[in-house]
């Protein structure tokens, strides 16, 4: 995906980091469900003490480890596991005997935190798909997730502000906003982060508490609120191809971890 580029008014640029953490977390994806955990998995089949006897009746399980594969990167932690539990029971690869579901439930807990070092860059691109997708949501741009209704538990749970004329002229300005410079995006991104801040907590959003949000966070959680932003701004130099290790880059630093 080509580097988006400046001047750009702020509604173009977030359709633009729209477009880029969506491509980028369904590669990440598929390349985790196709290439990278099939071969882990593999791996993990062969030489696991735990499954020394299951690999006597089913040496390398192609299908099964293909449906795991889907599992692992489609649902969370304790669900995973008990859907890799009853496809070990129903494929037979635990037999039918006393124990049964115990012993598949420690094969299917073996091999997915086995592959949970495959999982933590899906799980990094899930965040901050998600921290971009709260902050498009303040700007009122439909997301993914929005037309799937496979929104995050953070982003499902965030209540809709009670709009008057003032809220909607600040999603205007932030939309309309025209963006220049490296530093121009910076203080946008704040501003929308301000605005996701505000908007997350309910209520009528009027100019004092505008003003406050940019002193305090207010009603969520600070951490969580800062780290949103951060990955926003992450997610937004990817998009512009803009390197944040570069000591001269004006857009405010976040973290090492990529999902390039």
């Known amino acids: 995906m080509s580097p988006f580029k400046l001047p750009a008014t702020g509604e173009d640029l977030a359709y633009a980091v729209r477009g880029y953490v969506d491509e980028a977390y369904d590669e990440v994806k598929n390349q985790l469900e196709w290439k990278y955990l099939p071969q882990g998995l593999s791996a993990i089949w062969e030489c696991s003490p735990l499954l020394k006897d299951a690999r006597k009746a089913h040496p390398l399980p192609q299908m099964e480890i293909r449906e795991i594969c889907h599992i692992i990167v489609t649902f969370p932690g304790s669900t995973a596991v008990d859907r890799i539990r009853e496809l070990l029971i129903q494929a037979q690869i635990v037999p039918n005997s006393e124990g049964q579901f115990e012993r598949a439930h420690e094969m299917a807990s073996e091999l997915f935190t086995l592959t949970m070092r495959y999982t933590r860059v899906q799980n990094l691109a899930r ?11 303040a700007l009122h741009i439909e997301t993914k997730s929005d037309r799937s209704r496979n929104s995050s538990l953070y ?8 709009e008057d004329e003032f809220i909607r002229t600040r999603i205007f300005q932030l939309r309309d906003a025209k963006l220049k410079t490296e530093q121009d995006v910076d203080d946008w991104a704040n501003d929308v982060n301000n605005l996701l801040s505000l908007t997350s907590g309910g209520g009528i959003m009027t100019t004092e508490r505008l003003e406050r949000a940019k002193r305090t966070i207010g009603t969520v959680n600070s951490g969580a609120v800062n780290s ?5 701004k992450q997610a937004i130099a990817s998009t512009l191809g ?3 290790t570069d000591r001269n880059v004006r857009i405010e630093t976040t973290s090492n971890k990529s999902i390039e």
């Open 242 to 244: 803009i390197d944040l």
């Open 127 to 137: 965040h901050i798909r998600t921290a971009v997708n709260s902050h498009l949501k």
């Open 228 to 232: 949103y932003k951060l990955r926003f």
């Open 155 to 162: 982003e499902s749970s965030m209540p809709r502000v009670q």
